[in-house]
């Protein structure tokens, strides 16, 4: 269960950084959203690495 908890979070995190980056490009967010969605995003993606690697 927690290795497959830790895949949908890495893939989560895979999938949502580049899609909010294309929005930034098209759509034109604040600036400090960026910022704080690659800190949630490598928060989201060690977490999701520490589910996989603990048993």
């Given at each position: 269960m927690?290795?497959?908890l830790g895949?949908?979070?890495q893939f989560?995190?895979?999938a949502l950084l580049p899609s909010i980056i294309i929005f930034q490009?098209?759509?034109?967010f604040?600036?400090?959203v960026m910022p704080?969605?690659?800190l949630?995003?490598?928060v989201l993606f060690?977490?999701?690495t520490w589910l996989r690697e603990s048993r």
């Open positions: 927690k290795h497959t895949l949908i979070c989560i995190t895979l490009l098209f759509f034109g604040r600036l400090i704080i969605s690659l949630c995003g490598i060690s977490l999701g």
